[in-house]
């Protein structure tokens, strides 16, 4: 099956720094999501963008299918920032390999004051 | 309205009770998913539902027992379960398996403890 990498594993922040997360994957993709798990463990959307680029507000997302990886860019992060962001990646085109997500090991997050 | 809802939020059981997991969308997604989670580990994949009809089972021991009673409804019976099944089970639905723009999205999750 695809594999799905993140770096880093793990990151610590000062308020108001800016940060790149990367997820690297090992086959074409027909659906990539980043997630952000709070501490409860809800699963919030952050982009859907299985290529190009996307933005909302001071986050942003590019995703290079023909090489493979995608990047969040979290910009002036802020200490609700802070959790689990997680790539999560499908590939195929029949209706059950398009359904399979598989994600990555995360990158946790902590923003300090 | 992008809402998964799951219930119960957690769950304390026994090696041999019997117990369901509840999940409910209202966006019209005909794809419904059950994922688990342990802790510190990403979500898994446990099963796919496809026009309320099952359409993968990522070969789940049979104490896990999925059931879509239609297509707003996804339940998962529990039966005989070991602690080591202790874990957050996460709901998701999508517009449609297999097609473009098929973002998924989850519910909040049940955090099951089994003794």
């Known amino acids: 099956g695809i594999q799905v990498e993140q770096s880093p594993p793990d990151l610590i922040l000062q308020e108001g720094a800016n940060s790149t997360l990367r997820c690297n994957f090992s086959?074409?993709?027909?659906?990539l999501q980043w997630f952000h798990q709070n501490p409860w463990g809800q699963l919030i959307n952050l982009f859907y963008?299985?290529?190009g680029t996307k933005q909302n507000g001071r986050l942003s997302a590019t995703t290079v299918a023909t090489e493979r990886y995608s990047l969040l860019y979290i910009s002036s992060s802020q200490t609700t920032d802070s959790g689990v962001y997680f790539c999560?990646?499908?590939?195929?085109?029949?209706?059950?390999?398009?359904?399979?997500?598989?994600f990555g090991t995360g990158t946790r997050l902590q923003v300090t004051l | 309205d992008t809402e998964v809802t799951q219930t119960p939020k957690h769950l304390v059981m026994g090696m041999t009770n019997k117990k369901s997991l509840k999940c409910e969308q209202h966006?019209?997604?005909?794809?419904m998913y059950w994922y688990k989670q342990k802790a510190k580990k990403p979500p898994e994949l446990m099963f796919v539902?496809?026009?309320?009809?099952?359409?993968i089972n990522e070969s789940v021991p049979s104490r896990f027992s999925p059931e879509c009673p239609n297509s707003s409804l996804l339940n998962l019976h529990l039966h005989a379960l070991q602690p080591e099944d202790s874990a957050l089970y996460l709901c998701?639905?999508?517009?449609?398996?297999?097609?473009?723009?098929?973002?998924?999205?989850f519910g909040p999750g049940t955090r099951l403890t089994v003794l």
């Open positions: 998701a639905s999508s517009q449609s398996p297999g097609q473009v723009l098929n973002e998924q999205f």
């Open positions: 966006m019209g997604h005909r794809a």
């Open positions: 086959d074409s993709v027909n659906n």
């Open positions: 999560a990646v499908a590939s195929g085109y029949d209706t059950g390999t398009a359904s399979k997500l598989t």
């Open positions: 539902y496809s026009y309320e009809k099952l359409s």
């Open positions: 963008i299985p290529s």
